[in-house]
């Protein structure tokens, strides 16, 4: 009977740790959205690792570097950005994270709105999560 309530609060124990490392994954996508909705370069570019790479709804790749200048330039403006259906999954320091994202913003003076179904990639590095990978794809 100890043995059982042992290995109970054991896994009581580690379940709890794994939702609280998904919501730090959560917790990253809420932090960049204010980064993209505030231009903030800064936190951006701390959120999003040095080889990230990006296949947008249009089918091309775009780097970190792409990204962090488009939105310092206001190339990519957002004006608002909202999440549904996010889901976490770990994997010890690779997160992968899924959702459904409702973007408005212009992109080089283009206005642009629309839903994309969207999984990114984090990987802990230095304690922190960073994304790495980033696939969008345009819902119809």
């Known amino acids: 009977m100890t043995m059982r309530l042992v290995v109970l609060f054991l896994l009581v124990g580690v379940t709890s740790l794994h939702g609280q490392v998904e919501d730090s994954v959560r917790a990253v996508e809420m932090r960049r959205r204010e980064a993209l ?10 959120m999003l690792a040095p080889d990230f790479m990006e296949i947008s709804r249009l089918g091309t790749v775009r780097t970190r570097a792409d990204n962090v200048r488009d939105i310092a330039s206001g190339a990519l403006h957002l004006t608002s950005i909202s999440y549904d259906s996010l889901n976490v999954r770990v994997y010890g320091d690779v997160a992968v994270l899924t959702g459904i994202a409702d973007n408005t913003g212009t992109m080089r003076g283009f206005p642009f709105s629309g839903r994309i179904r969207y999984t990114r990639v984090f990987v802990r590095r230095d304690g922190r999560w960073q994304a790495v990978l980033m696939q969008q794809t345009p819902i119809q």
Do not use: P
């Not at 909705?37 to 701390?46: E, G, Q």
């Open 37 to 46: 909705l505030a231009a903030d370069t800064v936190a951006l570019s701390r």
